[in-house]
Nanobody, 129 residues
Framework: QVQVVESGGGLVQTGDSLRLSCAAS????????MGWFRQARGREREFVST????????YTADSVRGRFAISRDNAKNTVYLQMNNLEPEDTAVYYC??????????????????????WGQGTQVTVSS
């Protein structure tokens, strides 16, 4: 059974950095796609960033591009979301998601929740002003 576990959230101040981690056990790490989404209170969950494990190709939402970066460490079976220059608007629960199905376009498919199979419980990120 696949388990997805996020970690690294917390309370920080505007301008600080955080690195979130996502470990997906019970599956082969070398393939598939992993992504990050976030949901602020009272808002719908939105796409943040995604990575194709086999190639390292990434796609990041316009709203955070240049501040956030996704990466993977195959040796640790872990995907990271490095978040820099955090703003209060980044406050949300951050979710990691995984799928074994690989389509060619990260932007077209993996910005949509429906294309992910397994989800973590989320980790809270709070940015104070």
């Amino acid at each position: 059974q696949v388990q997805v576990v996020e970690s690294g959230g917390g309370l920080v101040q505007t301008g600080d950095s955080l690195r979130l981690s996502c470990a997906a056990s019970g599956r082969a790490f070398e393939s598939g796609v992993m992504g990050w989404f976030r949901q602020a209170r009272g808002r719908e969950r939105e796409f943040v960033s995604t990575i194709k494990i086999s190639t390292g190709d990434t796609y990041t939402a316009d709203s955070v591009r240049g501040r956030f970066a996704i990466s993977r460490d195959n040796a640790k079976n872990t995907v990271y979301l490095q978040m820099n220059n955090l703003e209060p608007e980044d406050t949300a629960v951050y979710y990691c998601a995984v799928t074994d199905v690989e389509f060619s376009s990260l932007e077209y498919y993996y910005t949509r929740e429906i294309y992910y199979t397994f989800w973590g419980q989320g980790t809270q990120v709070t940015v104070s002003s």
